[in-house]
């Protein structure tokens, strides 16, 4: 199965990362393991997730996720068929929050705990700080990984001109740098990537791991109208997408997905894995059965017309 290396870190993933914000909240630990089980046994072997998932749920505080993937990795011994991801930064309390040496610190071991495990694959800036210096968070993130507690380390929700700012500082001060962005990208929120980030990170040959692959689900054709948003908790986040342009992607996708004889989920996915920079674009499944469709994706190889079909229809 074909792998692709995360930026220039010498990790090498199928590229297929498993959106572990499921985990904890649209399912429960027996369902979760089951799919985990599922997912190994494919051959794959990303799992992206963060210390803060799933606290938006009521009567959670944060770090189920990662619980629910360290008793995985416990009763299974199937840490060494996975890279593991995870995020720090996003506020899991008013005083637990940010990129300070001592948050991160503190944030580390907690992960470690819940994970069940003495290292980190990809330990991951959730947010960009920009009360803490890039230098003191660059520097924490060396020292982990001189400790032999994380392997690599990438950032998430950065605008290009601070992604581009912290590897200077890394290269500067001879500290490690961010291997990898994880932005929001997908067929129907292209524009900010596409003009903003995307030139950053193929300058500097940073993997690209992106989140909202399908639109929290909409790509997959599940919702064509407003009727439809009460199909699934995630419904209402979808709505946005119900517009002319949406509706015009549904309909590409449709016709791309009839010709491979597959499902709109996975031409969605195939259309990002063919975007070039891209390390594994990252899709969560609540099922067996949505985790098979989502996979097929990485079988598919589209066409110069499916790749401008796609476009034209996403146009922005």
Same mark, same amino acid.
């Given at each position: %199965?074909? +792998?692709r290396?995360?930026? =220039?870190?010498?990790?090498?993933?199928?590229?297929f990362?498993?959106?572990g914000?499921?985990?904890?909240?649209?399912i429960?630990?027996a369902?979760?393991?089951?799919?985990l089980? *599922?997912?190994?046994?494919? /051959?794959?072997?990303f799992?992206d997730?963060?210390?803060v998932?799933?606290k938006?749920?009521? /009567?959670?505080?944060g770090?189920?996720?990662?619980?629910?993937?360290g008793?995985?990795? =416990?009763?299974s011994?199937?840490?060494?068929?996975v890279?593991?991801?995870t995020?720090?930064g996003k506020p %899991?309390?008013d005083? =637990?929050k940010?990129? @300070? +040496?001592?948050?991160?610190n503190? #944030?580390?071991?907690a992960?470690?705990?819940?994970?069940?495990?003495?290292?980190?694959?990809?330990?991951?800036?959730?947010d960009?700080?920009?009360?803490?210096?890039?230098?003191e968070?660059?520097?924490t993130?060396t020292?982990l990984? =001189?400790q032999?507690?994380?392997?690599?380390?990438?950032? @998430?929700?950065?605008s290009g001109?601070?992604?581009?700012? #912290?590897? +200077?500082?890394?290269?500067?001060?001879?500290?490690?740098?961010?291997?990898c962005?994880?932005?929001e990208?997908n067929?129907?929120?292209?524009e900010?990537?596409?003009t903003e980030?995307?030139?950053?990170?193929?300058?500097h040959?940073?993997?690209?791991?992106?989140y909202y692959?399908?639109?929290?689900g909409?790509?997959?054709?599940?919702?064509?109208?407003?009727?439809?948003l009460?199909?699934s908790?995630?419904g209402?986040?979808? +709505?946005?997408?119900l517009?002319?342009?949406?509706?015009k992607i549904?309909? *590409?996708?449709?016709?791309?997905?009839?010709h491979?004889?597959?499902?709109?989920?996975?031409?969605?996915?195939?259309?990002?894995?063919?975007?070039?920079g891209i390390?594994?674009?990252? #899709? @969560? #499944?609540?099922?067996i059965k949505?985790l098979?469709e989502?996979?097929k994706?990485?079988d598919?190889?589209l066409s @110069?017309?499916d790749?401008?079909l796609?476009?034209n *229809?996403?146009?922005?």
């Open positions: %199965m074909e +792998k290396e995360i930026g =220039k870190s010498g990790i090498r993933v199928v590229p990362a498993f959106g914000n499921v985990f904890g909240w649209t429960d630990q369902t979760s393991f089951n799919i089980d *599922a997912f190994v046994d494919k /051959g794959l072997d799992i997730t963060a210390d998932y799933s938006w749920v009521p /009567g959670n505080t770090g189920e996720s990662e619980t629910i993937i008793n995985w990795l =416990k009763k011994g199937n840490r060494y068929k890279i593991l991801a995020k720090v %899991m309390a005083d =637990k940010g990129l @300070s +040496k001592k948050y991160i503190e #944030a580390v071991e992960s470690l705990k819940r994970l069940q495990t003495d290292y980190i694959d990809l330990y991951q800036s959730h960009d700080d920009k009360e803490t210096s890039l230098l968070t660059l520097e993130f020292d990984i =001189k032999g507690k994380v392997r690599a380390i990438g950032a @998430s929700n950065y001109a601070r992604l581009a700012e #912290a590897l +200077k500082v890394s290269w500067k001060n001879d500290l490690a740098s961010y291997q962005l994880q932005p990208y067929l129907y929120e292209r900010h990537y596409e980030l995307e030139p950053v990170c193929l300058q040959n940073v993997g690209v791991i992106n692959s399908l639109a929290s909409f790509l997959t054709g599940k919702y064509r109208s407003e009727a439809d009460s199909k908790p995630r209402q986040g979808v +709505k946005k997408y517009d002319e342009r949406g509706l549904l309909t *590409a996708l449709d016709e791309v997905s009839a491979h004889k597959t499902t709109p989920a996975s031409i969605a996915l195939a259309w990002v894995l063919a975007r070039p390390t594994a674009p990252i #899709a @969560s #499944a609540t099922s949505q098979d989502t996979a994706a990485l598919i190889k @110069s017309a790749i401008e796609l476009n *229809a996403s146009n922005y």
